[in-house]
């Protein structure tokens, strides 16, 4: 199948006697966005804006595996292209942002890997502005790290998702680059802080 024949409407299961709402093997669960926006903003005013990133970025990164893997096993995709382009698929049925991506060059015999694309109408900048003004830095933690998992699990190294642009910096739509640790320069090291532990594994 191609990227985009990706259906996530047809491959949930909501068992109403039980209670339980699954994707294949992943019990889900749905909780409005205001709320999701209320807990980013509780841990931003009791733990501080940075280890409150840190553990965004952290949760984003988890579910970004972890829906890689979800995908790899349960679909027979055509390339390891339409692979790597059903994360932002899976990402926009989510509702969580409408992912486009823009630039794809992934060698897996030179190792080069450099993905960028647009996002747009990301949950988490609408709920950070709710809350806040506009950032001197990226604020769509989550999306960072859902895109950095996804890929690092998709390439068996380590990526870093960052977005230049941002809704939450005041620009009107969003903008994802990833590329290796090293490609970055300083502006990664909170990222690196972040998913280090999970390289280890
Ligand atoms: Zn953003």
């Given at each position: 199948?191609?990227?985009?024949?990706?259906?996530?409407?047809?491959?949930?299961?909501?068992?109403?006697?039980?209670?339980?709402?699954?994707?294949?093997?992943?019990?889900?669960?749905?909780?409005?966005?205001?709320?999701?926006g209320?807990l980013r903003q509780m841990l931003i005013e009791t733990e501080g804006v940075e280890k409150a990133r840190d553990l965004f970025l952290k949760f984003?990164?988890?579910?970004?595996?972890?829906?890689?893997?979800?995908?790899?096993?349960?679909?027979?995709?055509?390339?390891?292209?339409?692979?790597?382009?059903?994360?932002?698929?899976?990402?926009?049925?989510?509702?969580?942002?409408?992912?486009?991506?823009?630039?794809?060059?992934?060698?897996?015999?030179?190792?080069?890997?450099?993905?960028?694309?647009?996002?747009?109408?990301?949950?988490e900048?609408?709920?950070h502005?709710?809350f806040y003004?506009?950032?001197?830095?990226?604020v769509?933690w989550t999306?960072?790290?859902?895109?950095?998992?996804?890929?690092?699990?998709?390439?068996?190294?380590?990526?870093?998702?960052?977005?230049?642009?941002?809704?939450?910096?005041?620009?009107?739509?969003?903008?994802?680059?990833?590329?290796?640790?090293?490609?970055?320069?300083?502006?990664?090291?909170v990222?690196?802080?972040a998913?280090?532990?999970?390289?280890?594994?």
């Amino acid at each position: 199948m191609k990227a985009t024949d990706f259906d996530l409407s047809k491959d949930m299961n909501f068992d109403i006697d039980q209670g339980i709402t699954s994707f294949k093997d992943s019990r889900l669960v749905i909780f409005d966005a205001n709320s999701i926006g209320l807990l980013r903003q509780m841990l931003i005013e009791t733990e501080g804006v940075e280890k409150a990133r840190d553990l965004f970025l952290k949760f984003g990164y988890q579910n970004g595996y972890s829906d890689f893997l979800q995908m790899k096993t349960n679909y027979e995709f055509d390339s390891e292209m339409d692979l790597l382009a059903s994360g932002p698929v899976i990402h926009t049925w989510e509702g969580i942002v409408h992912a486009q991506p823009k630039e794809v060059k992934v060698d897996p015999v030179t190792r080069e890997f450099f993905f960028t694309g647009v996002w747009s109408n990301s949950y988490e900048a609408e709920q950070h502005l709710s809350f806040y003004d506009h950032s001197e830095d990226p604020v769509c933690w989550t999306l960072m790290g859902y895109a950095s998992g996804w890929c690092t699990a998709f390439w068996g190294s380590p990526l870093i998702a960052i977005e230049p642009v941002c809704v939450g910096k005041g620009d009107d739509h969003c903008e994802w680059k990833i590329q290796p640790p090293e490609k970055w320069g300083s502006e990664a090291d909170v990222y690196i802080k972040a998913y280090e532990k999970f390289w280890r594994k």
